[in-house]
């Protein structure tokens, strides 16, 4: 077992499932008891450590790499702590063959080990960067509001390059769909069931636009795309109306998740989905519902420090995914972002989530040849 492998299955058993997702003061809830493991492993390393409280009991941590000559440029690594939950099994690390199983390996525990331990690695190298600061940032929250990124951005902090750690298969990824919830409220009037003509049925009334958005606004999506991350999405992921069966609901709500691709903005969209509906002959309103915005990110593949990391992994063109992450709120913050790291998607938030070890050993490689490489 290699170091980064060792450091991960010990990260799966420490539970950082994000608050939002168990009752208010469950013992496997928040994100500290990851970031003090990481410190002391940090500053066992030389590195200078930092906790930066951003909700009760929830602190980003950052470990920095100062360099030996003047700084000129700053990178900064930035994996979330934070999972969703799992069941007991899951928070009990289990390998088979090149598989390392448990709840975050893939997203993003694998990250934090590969990332944590190519400082580390390059703290007790007697050639490294003269001129450039490497942070680690473990962040809270991602997998709710953001509120690490977040704060980050609000605390003004600056860097030349974010390396933002999720699960890409080793590419260097430059560009990500934006994560856009809406809810539609249809409005009627309630009647006797059994005098339905007195009444308007709400419910009727979101089954057309239900049927609107699946088809012909669904359809209209696919004729916009992007180069990168391809084409926007819609789906509706609730329904809720009435009271029960013998009353006419007077209103009916429906929430959709609208997958946004760079260029598009949230007032363009509610915008035309309310056209789409009036054209329609239907009445319904459009909300956002995200307590904040989570808008695509693009960045410049041809921007130097990203031209470099993409030259350094041997990837000659740049990539995008679908999923919405804390590179847009640092990209959003004036910090040129890129995601990167081991593992797939597909696996993450699974019941048998999972990670490839060789992908995982070869993240750490590829981040120490890069940082290496920096002046």
Same mark, same amino acid.
């Given at each position: 077992?290699?170091i980064?492998?060792?450091?991960?299955?010990e990260?799966?058993?420490?539970?950082?499932?994000n608050?939002a997702?168990?009752?208010?003061?469950?013992p496997?809830?928040?994100? *500290?008891?990851?970031?003090?493991?990481?410190?002391?492993?940090?500053?066992?390393?030389?590195?200078?450590?930092?906790?930066?409280?951003?909700?009760? +009991?929830?602190?980003?941590?950052?470990?920095?790499?100062?360099?030996p000559?003047?700084?000129? *440029?700053?990178? &900064?690594?930035a994996? /979330?702590?934070?999972?969703v939950?799992?069941?007991?099994?899951?928070?009990a690390?289990?390998?088979?063959?090149?598989?390392?199983?448990? !709840?975050?390996?893939?997203?993003?525990?694998?990250?934090?080990?590969?990332?944590l &331990?190519?400082?580390?690695?390059?703290? *007790?190298?007697s050639?490294?960067?003269?001129?450039?600061?490497i942070?680690?940032?473990?962040? #809270?929250d991602?997998e709710?509001?953001?509120?690490?990124?977040? %704060?980050?951005?609000k605390?003004?902090?600056k860097?030349?390059?974010?390396?933002v750690?999720? %699960?890409?298969?080793l590419?260097?990824?430059?560009?990500?769909?934006?994560?856009?919830? &809406?809810?539609?409220?249809?409005?009627?009037?309630?009647?006797?069931?059994s005098?339905?003509e007195?009444?308007?049925?709400?419910v /009727?009334?979101?089954?057309?636009? #239900?049927?609107?958005?699946?088809?012909?606004?669904?359809?209209?999506?696919?004729?916009?795309r992007?180069p990168v991350?391809? !084409?926007p999405?819609?789906?509706?992921g609730t329904?809720?109306?009435?009271?029960?069966?013998?009353?006419?609901?007077? %209103?009916c709500?429906?929430?959709?998740? !609208?997958?946004?691709?760079? +260029?598009?903005?949230t007032?363009?969209v509610?915008?035309?989905?309310?056209?789409?509906?009036?054209?329609?002959?239907?009445?319904?309103?459009?909300?956002e519902?995200?307590?904040?915005?989570?808008?695509?990110?693009?960045?410049d593949?041809?921007?130097?420090?990203?031209a470099?990391?993409? !030259?350094?992994?041997?990837?000659t063109?740049?990539?995008?995914?679908?999923y919405?992450c804390?590179?847009s709120?640092?990209?959003e913050?004036?910090?040129?972002?890129?995601?990167?790291?081991?593992?797939?998607?597909?696996?993450?938030?699974?019941?048998?989530?999972?990670?490839s070890?060789?992908?995982l050993?070869?993240?750490?490689?590829?981040?120490?040849?890069?940082l290496?490489?920096?002046?």
């Open positions: 077992m290699t980064t492998e060792k450091l991960l299955a990260l799966i058993v420490l539970r950082s499932v608050p997702f168990l009752p208010a003061g469950h496997d809830t928040g994100e *500290q008891r990851v970031a003090d493991f990481l410190a002391a492993k940090a500053a066992k390393a030389g590195l200078s450590i930092e906790m930066r409280e951003v909700l009760p +009991g929830r602190s980003n941590f950052l470990a920095r790499l100062e360099p000559g003047r700084m000129r *440029q700053r990178i &900064l690594l994996p /979330h702590l934070d999972t939950n799992g069941s007991p099994a899951q928070f690390p289990k390998r088979q063959g090149d598989r390392l199983y448990g !709840r975050g390996a893939c997203d993003t525990k694998g990250c934090i080990a590969s990332m &331990l190519a400082v580390c690695e390059l703290a *007790q190298l050639r490294r960067p003269k001129h450039t600061e942070v680690f940032a473990g962040l #809270v991602e709710n509001t953001q509120a690490g990124s977040r %704060a980050l951005v605390e003004k902090f860097a030349d390059l974010a390396i750690g999720e %699960a890409t298969r590419k260097v990824v430059t560009a990500h769909k934006g994560s856009l919830w &809406l809810k539609l409220t249809t409005k009627g009037r309630s009647a006797h069931g005098r339905p007195l009444g308007i049925n709400a /009727h009334e979101m089954a057309k636009v #239900v049927a609107l958005l699946e088809t012909t606004y669904a359809r209209s999506l696919s004729s916009r992007h991350v391809g !084409r999405t819609v789906s509706v329904i809720c109306g009435g009271t029960q069966a013998n009353i006419i609901p007077d %209103a709500v429906i929430t959709v998740d !609208r997958r946004t691709i760079p +260029g598009e903005t007032r363009k509610c915008a035309e989905l309310e056209a789409m509906v009036r054209r329609a002959g239907l009445r319904a309103s459009v909300e519902v995200k307590l904040a915005s989570c808008i695509p990110m693009e960045t593949p041809t921007q130097p420090l990203v470099q990391f993409m !030259r350094s992994v041997r990837q063109k740049p990539v995008g995914v679908n919405f804390d590179a709120v640092l990209a913050g004036g910090i040129p972002s890129v995601v990167f790291g081991p593992g797939d998607i597909a696996q993450a938030h699974t019941a048998d989530e999972w990670i070890m060789k992908s050993n070869r993240a750490t490689e590829m981040l120490i040849s890069f290496r490489s920096l002046p």
